[in-house]
């Protein structure tokens, strides 16, 4: 937060909230009822009667009848760019059974010219499907018989048809590179390739979205983080030009959404040296805090997901006989190279790690890192760390590296995790209440949208319960209170952006994003979190979502 001696002065604010319960998540000054906004900060919090100095001839007064605000949702991870674009083709995350994913594939075939590419939404996942599995490259084939089939599943999970497989030059006699698998069943290739490296290598000779359509799908994106009350994400794996996309929305005022920004480092494949000269380039720079589209780091893929996670002890379920306890995408020398070399170049890094052994990695990475500069207060994070250790714990801390978290991952996968790892492990999936209380660091909230929700409000009911979406319950005794919660999703998620100077905190000083609520999630029962509704969303004191009784705020865009 600012210094008391940069704060706003009194005097007329554009607006004035009064008669609201206000969880301002600021450690000196925890609640309030009523706050004030004049261009674009918060320059007052406190009660009702405090707040009348800053009331002029033209300020907006408004009322909350006792309704609830917090900071603006910040989601840690979140792919806005990537859940945009699954908005422009059909949905898969309503269909049930093989049959019913391969009726949408196959209407969404039919409206694409014969022979060029079809390629699926990424928002479904096999253990919501009736038969458990993934469709064969022999279905595919039935629904999309005249054209190429990418069945996105993910970031680590491709199915391809056989015209896709012929595509990309890959037949019975092909050897997946060390870093993927190419599946089979009864020794022919079943069209699944797993493996973030060579999935984003195949995904990345793949047309690309028009500027159009990448505008249309960030358009609609926002909106509806607008309506869920989210103000703030990190969006992490992107290419230079999917950044640059994102400053020239910035630079013409299309943004509504702050979006802080992981570039992906590039697969190092055989050669890490290429990705390290990419990193030393200067290409990529940190960007200051106030920018509506910024550059925080690179994002570092060490393994995958359900059932791709590197881990210690192998897997329940198999799909891999040559490694039942998954595999890292890199090596662990060319992690460490990646890490030392962005910690040379003033890049934070933020490292995807699921599996336990996958955490090793990262950590003894970030420890050969730290060893060179120390990586404390620059941001390090750990994103996801699902399956942490009792040891990990005093390693994070000791280089001062933080937790990007996702609930909503085990909330959307748990069947599979369950199916996979066994219940036992599966119930140690994204332990929060040992973040909360082990990790030195804030502990940031999100959604890894599109592959899992990316309500806000659906996730901190998740944290509460630790409900799954197919496998019950799943660890209770990891579940946190509604107001943990509720940290994680503003201050924790502020904290990995670098930006808790400006956001997550409803203070003097701070950036005037917020959320009014119909209710008081800490106040209903858990499972009533989600049907939450979000009445207003403010995000730089301009309204992005909803209506106000008694005043006209400003609209963002208008």
Known sequence: MKSNDSLPAVGPADFVISGAVVLTMNPEQTSASALAVRGGEIVFVGDDKQAEPFIGPKTILLDAKGRFI?????????????????????????????????TVLGAQAEDTPQGEWVISAGDWHESRLQEGRMPSRVELDEACPANPLVLRRGGHNIVLNSAALERFGIDEDSLPPASATYVRQDGRLTGQIIGNAHVTDLLDALPKPSRDQYREALRRVQRSYSQAGITSVIDPALTLEEMQLYRDLADSSELQIRVSMLWRVPPPRTDVAAAVRMIESGDVRVDGEDSWARTIGVKICV????????????????????????????DPEDLERLCKAANRAGLPVGAH??????????????????????????????IHMLYPQPEHWDRLNNVGAGIAAQEPLHFALGGGFAEYLGRERAAAIAPLADYLALCEQPVGGGSDSPVAPYEPLAGIEASVTRATRSAGVLGLESAISPEEALGMYTAGSAWCANAERRLGTLAPGMLADLVVLSKDPRTVAGEAIAAIEVLLTVVDGRVSHGEFDGGLLPRIGA
């Open 70 to 102: 917090c900071p603006g949702f910040h989601d840690s991870h979140n792919h806005m760019l990537m859940t945009g674009l699954g908005m422009l083709i059909p949905t898969l995350s309503t269909a049930r059974n093989i049959p019913e994913l391969l």
């Open 303 to 330: 393994d995958g997901g359900v059932e791709t996670g590197y881990y210690r002890d192998q897997y329940q379920r198999v799909d891999d006989v040559h490694h039942p306890r998954g595999k890292p995408f890199l």
């Open 353 to 382: 790690c699921v599996g336990d052994a996958g955490i090793d990695m990262v950590l003894d990475a970030y420890e050969k890192a730290d060893a060179e500069t120390s990586l404390k207060g620059q941001r390090w994070t750990l």
